[in-house]
């Protein structure tokens, strides 16, 4: 179940309940009403509780995903620099081959 799905149920719930309680209501119209407002004030502070997780919960996650891919690049960086140096190893390896071979040649 993703989270706006659990959101979408808790706003849901919370209609479906406040209907209930305005029809099956044995108090006065005022009391009701007052409840109702307390109650819907309640659910108003819940969901923006979870909405404030909601983005505690994003800033974290593309924190977390920042630093996976910082970490992915600089590891594709010192493999490349590493990657480099053998190969100019490699061509300094040639060269004085070179060199070696035409010294006997020559």
């Known amino acids: 179940m993703s989270k706006s799905d659990f ?3 808790i706003v849901s719930g919370a209609l479906v309940g406040a209907v209930f309680a ?8 005022k009391n009701t009403r007052d409840r109702l407002s307390y109650k819907l004030t309640e659910y108003y502070d819940e969901l923006n509780d979870l ?3 909601l983005k505690d919960e994003k ?4 924190s ?3 630093d996976k891919g910082d970490k992915v ?6 493999k490349a620099e590493g990657l480099i140096a ?6 300094e390896s040639i060269e004085t081959a070179k060199e070696e071979s035409a010294k006997k040649k020559g």
């Open 7 to 9: 959101i979408s149920g």
């Open 64 to 66: 977390e995903a920042k």
């Open 59 to 62: 800033e974290i996650l593309v």
């Open 73 to 78: 690049v600089l590891d594709a960086k010192e």
């Open 22 to 29: 305005l029809l099956y209501a044995p108090d006065s119209g």
């Open 86 to 91: 053998e190969a100019e190893q490699l061509l």
């Open 51 to 53: 909405i404030e997780q």
